[in-house]
């Protein structure tokens, strides 16, 4: 029954847009009632602008509504570009969740869409800055100029780190959030939202557990990554992240800042180099190889694709927390 719905609703605006008249007004009339998106089955449209926020979507609205989400499985979300007609499907939306500093074009295009229902998921807990250890946001300065081969990570204009997703603990307080605002968008669920928020604040809870537990009693409580996106989990677990080259992943750290790695490993007992899976593990096998030390993948969750070490959320964060403690020498 479900289907044959959504496949006339499919078909329909193909017809229109072929000339084809012979479909008649009831037909048209009958699609209109969801709405001029189409293709939502009469379910609250909700566009979200990268994985993490459209896991939340997913999670909290289940079969009430329909998540798309705009930057595609596999593409590293910071220099997202939106497309005219991308744009423009923005505008369709009857809820954009998004993280305001995280992705500077999709900020532009929600400022511009239109839309009354914008959930940013930053106003929803409390971000904080931080510094990737010795070195930051210097370099960065002149990076806004680069030709979008860089990795912006200047965190928008008052320096807060956006990468809060990272930490289960806050993650949750934006699923409340999140739950809270479809349950004002789609009051005819909100039990049901209500229901689903409480289900995965509890999943989250106990991730958080995990992490905390596993994390309590390790050799070293440093790490080093490519992508200083763990500041966040850092801090909730009492950890020290240090940042190869912090602003792009991609690009050779200085000899300066070599030095003063391999000085850190040493000191800290470092054992591995993390790198992310959304881009070049370059940096981390030269300062690797030139240290001794081991890699590993360390997931910033910008992305599930089939190279992620799970399917998920939450597969991918127990995948972390795996290697945290290899790498930290768990006890
Ligand atoms: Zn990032």
Redesign the pocket.
Known sequence: MKMDVMNVRRLIPTAVLAGAVALGATALTACSGGGATGGKDGKLGVTASFYPMQFLAEQIGKDHVKVDGLTKPGVE??DLEITPRQTAQLGEADVILYLKS?QPAVDKAVAQSGVKNVVDAATLTKLEAHASSGHDHGAEEGHAEGEGEG?D?SHGESGTD??VWLDPAKYAEIAKGVGAALEKADPAHAADYKTNTDELVGKLTALDTEFKDGLKNTASRTFITT???FGYLAERYGLDQEGISGVDPESEPSPARMKELQEVAKKENVSTVFFETLASDKTAKVLASDTGLKTDVLD?L?GISDKSQGADYFEVMRSNLKNLQKALGSK
């Open positions: 979300p910071h995280l990795h990570h956006p990468h992508h200083s996106a910033p910008e």
